[in-house]
């Protein structure tokens, strides 16, 4: 929740050299940008996606079904 601050301009970062800089730049780009905080619980299926794909060496991994550890997670998390 404090990076989205950052990025709103709610908390201030100095540092014009930082990644929130850059970021802050292509936010004002011409497009809608719009940030959310999605919390620990709910994003726990794309944390073992992210893991899955960390602990492949293939460059590329294409599902025809979500993963076991996945679908158990989905029916397990509160999506609402």
């Given at each position: 929740m404090?990076?989205?601050?950052?990025?709103?301009?709610?908390?201030?970062?100095?540092n014009p050299?930082?990644?929130?800089?850059?970021?802050?730049d292509?936010?004002?780009?011409e497009?809608?940008?719009?940030?959310?905080?999605?919390?620990?619980?709910?994003?726990?299926?794309?944390g073992r996606?992210?893991?899955?794909?960390?602990?492949?060496?293939l460059?590329i991994?294409?599902?025809d079904?979500?993963?076991?550890?996945v679908l158990l997670?989905l029916?397990?998390?509160?999506?609402?």
């Amino acid at each position: 929740m404090d990076a989205i601050s950052v990025l709103q301009n709610k908390l201030h970062n100095n540092n014009p050299t930082s990644l929130i800089s850059y970021v802050r730049d292509l936010c004002q780009q011409e497009w809608c940008v719009s940030f959310a905080y999605i919390g620990r619980r709910k994003n726990m299926v794309v944390g073992r996606l992210a893991k899955l794909a960390s602990d492949s060496t293939l460059d590329i991994i294409l599902y025809d079904v979500p993963p076991t550890v996945v679908l158990l997670l989905l029916h397990s998390v509160d999506v609402d």
